[in-house]
């Protein structure tokens, strides 16, 4: 009995060791995700739970796209734009805080050129389809057609490529020409007038040399 | 045969008081942190339906075997020792079963309810000392002495009757609602919704009171929620009153350190915060009004095995009948100053996103054309934040709702706060939602220890996320005290009845 007595303490002793120290308290890790990078202002990686972030890495373009704020800076998500590139396109038309006069998308990105966000200096518009490549359905009812956990304060709206000379048709037929725009509220391709006021993210081509081009996606656990 | 009859009884009750004491723990978890020690040897998922099951045969068992003993007497013999912890059996089992059955009835009264999961308790110690004794004075022998029957012995008539009332109880058990009788009033009639009620129709209205219990920071858990309900044609308006001893605006207030800021509180960085959050009330609406919230609790660190885990080990809302629960989510802070509940629903599993910490599961907000409240800090930290605006007026920090546009964006140079002072967490970016989360009205006023809650809704909305108010609609009501998802609960549905 007292055999017994002693196996089944030291049973008891082993499973509540075990059920402390080893039973479901599995520590809750970030997952990289496959295509996208959180990018700090200063260019520097950051792991998916991490913030706040500037730029966004696209491993599968080798792109970093601007990542909008609500802060009233120069990359404020609110802010709106007309088409315009040097002599192209229609000035000053869209909405913004950070201009005496209105607003285009050269102006966006002069200044982000300017201050060399995320250590760019090469911002653009995105081409169609590389703007349209971020189209995915929404995660949520209503959310916009984006990786909105990566893409923060986009709008439920039109958004400018750099692809111009596109023929207008219906409604836009008599002011002939415009550009491409992508709609995340649709999650469609659509040709707008110049002179519209639609929203921007803007562009940076990665070189081999740059720092970030050796980042990939990785599809391992990762501490935060 | 009597031998036979008792090692089957025998066998029925070691099974479902096991899965009965291991669900209940489970379910004891949501107040009871502590016991998420054992998280790893309790049941994940539905469990209120395997506790609702195991309590029901435990029932049944025992009002068999009171008839077994009378008729049959004594099946074995017992030294005094195991007489004595046989009634200790008795006792804890007897209360647990009664304290269990008024609970599921919502007729326990609150003083009586830690009962329930003290009778569990010394379920455990009895089982231990019955069990264990026993093993200890037979060792492998106990096995064929308590287990084994030969197939033939089996009474397999008993058995399936047993069954078959445990079935029958248990789909009784399920149906059982409350009834909130719709007062009818005519279109004409002006409703203010301001949380006031001082309408006369509203004196006129029926009127429900449902206990709820093991909500945080209430006393003792318990709040009691009165209900009543008037309806025109088109819209049904609700009137809730519970007792919250605090007027909780305080809502993961921004303190200025002399480091920095930092957000105020006591478990939010594990989404269960309890002491620094604003009072809350939600309603969920099904058309069915099955047992255990209408089997949308989940409870577990991953009731889901593919799915995140989440940061309390408490649970996850969803449902996965392919049907949606509606979810209104009134909050005195984010939402009050709106006039509205937050419109939100019970649905399939969310898909996990990489760049998000929290998962919510099935819990899912209706979608909205513009308007939102946002956290005012640039990116949460439980150790440092930046305030993402400061309110252009320094009189202005004590508002618990900072306004857009009575204030601007962070500036070093603006921040010349003193240590200690404090800054409102909530901005509203706009006055209000709009779209399909803003389909109900809803205002709340705190007075004497007792919230009011005003709300109205149309009976149809035709959203896909929404559910119809309709004769036989069934709805749950919740309370939150100073808490982030820590709230009171009740067990029967309550099903709404139209006079129209």
């Excluded at chain 1, 303490?9 to 479901?24: E, I, K, M, P, S």
């Excluded at chain 1, 038309?93 to 200096?121: H, K, M, P, V």
């Amino acid at each position: 009995m007292i055999t017994r007595a002693i196996i089944s303490v030291l049973l008891v002793a082993v499973l509540l060791y075990l059920n402390v120290n080893y039973g479901g308290h599995k520590e809750i890790v970030p997952q990289h995700h496959q295509r996208f990078t959180k990018i700090t202002a200063q260019g520097r990686q950051l792991t998916p739970w991490q913030g706040p972030w500037s730029c966004v890495l696209d491993n599968q373009l080798s792109l970093l796209w601007e990542v909008k704020t609500d802060d009233e800076s120069i990359h404020d998500g609110y802010w709106t734009y007309s088409w315009y590139d040097q002599n192209k396109g229609h000035p000053n038309f869209g909405d913004c805080y950070f201009e005496t006069a209105r607003c285009d998308t050269q102006d966006l990105i002069n200044r982000t050129n300017t201050l060399s966000l995320c250590g760019q200096t090469n911002w653009r518009l995105p081409t169609e389809s590389e703007l349209a490549s971020l189209l995915q359905s929404p995660s949520r009812p209503g959310h916009v057609y984006i990786a909105h956990d990566y893409f923060i304060n986009i709008q439920k709206g039109d958004y400018w490529s750099s692809d111009a000379n596109t023929t207008l048709s219906q409604h836009y037929e008599h002011l002939k020409f415009g550009a491409k725009a992508v709609n995340f509220h649709k999650g469609s391709v659509i040709a707008l007038p110049y002179r519209n006021a639609a929203f921007v993210i803007l562009v940076s081509d990665i070189t081999q040399t740059h720092p970030l081009s050796q980042l990939s996606s990785r599809d391992t656990p990762l501490k935060q | 045969m009597r031998r036979f009859t008792f090692i089957i009884l025998h066998y029925v009750v070691i099974l479902s008081i096991t899965a009965s004491l291991l669900s209940g723990l489970r379910i004891a978890t949501l107040n009871k942190p502590y016991l998420l020690q054992f998280s790893a040897v309790l049941p994940n998922g539905q469990v209120h339906t395997l506790h609702l099951i195991s309590g029901i045969t435990i029932l049944v068992l025992v009002c068999y075997y009171i008839f077994f003993r009378r008729r049959y007497k004594k099946v074995t013999v017992q030294s005094n020792y195991h007489k004595f912890i046989t009634y200790l059996g008795y006792l804890s089992i007897g209360s647990s079963v009664l304290s269990g059955s008024l609970l599921l009835l919502d007729w326990l009264p609150q003083q009586f309810v830690p009962v329930h999961y003290y009778s569990a308790l010394v379920m455990l110690i009895y089982l231990l000392l019955h069990s264990w004794v026993y093993i200890l004075q037979l060792g492998h022998k106990v096995l064929k002495k308590v287990f084994y029957i030969p197939l033939r012995f089996i009474p397999y008539q008993l058995t399936v009757a047993l069954t078959l009332v445990t079935c029958a109880l248990f789909y009784y058990m399920q149906s059982l609602t409350h009834t909130l009788n719709i007062t009818p009033i005519s279109s004409n009639v002006l409703m203010e919704i301001d949380g006031i009620g001082n309408e006369p129709q509203w004196q006129k209205a029926a009127s429900l009171l449902v206990d709820t219990h093991h909500g945080a920071n209430f006393y003792n858990g318990y709040t009691p929620v009165q209900i009543k309900a008037l309806s025109n044609h088109k819209e049904t308006f609700f009137l809730f009153r519970w007792a919250d001893p605090t007027q909780s605006l305080n809502h993961l207030p921004l303190i200025k350190t002399r480091s920095g800021w930092k957000v105020k509180e006591n478990g939010f960085y594990h989404f269960d915060e309890q002491s620094y959050y604003e009072d809350k009330f939600a309603v969920m609406l099904s058309d069915s009004c099955q047992f255990g919230a209408d089997g949308t609790i989940h409870l577990g660190k991953q009731p889901f095995t593919h799915h995140p885990s989440n940061w309390h080990g408490k649970g996850y809302h969803a449902s996965l009948d392919g049907r949606v629960r509606d979810l209104w989510h009134w909050k005195a802070v984010r939402t009050n100053d709106m006039v509205l509940a937050d419109d939100n629903f019970f649905g399939p599993l969310a898909v996990p996103l990489n760049g998000q910490r929290r998962y919510k599961a099935g819990y899912l907000i209706d979608s909205k054309e513009s308007g939102a409240y946002v956290m005012n800090w640039q990116w949460y930290s439980s150790h440092m934040i930046i305030p993402k605006r400061l309110p252009k007026e320094k009189s202005n920090t004590s508002e618990p709702v900072l306004d857009w546009f009575a204030s601007t964006p962070y500036q070093v140079s603006l921040d010349t706060y003193p240590v200690n002072a404090q800054l409102s967490s909530v901005l509203y970016r706009s006055n209000r939602f709009e779209g399909d989360r803003a389909d109900v009205r809803a205002k709340g006023q705190w007075q004497a220890g007792y919230w009011t809650l005003e709300l109205v809704r149309q009976n149809q909305t035709h959203s896909a996320h929404d559910i119809a108010l309709n004769n036989g609609t069934c709805i749950w009501v919740s309370a939150f005290d100073s808490s982030q998802i820590a709230h009171s609960r009740h067990q029967r549905a309550i099903k709404l009845r139209y006079s129209l």
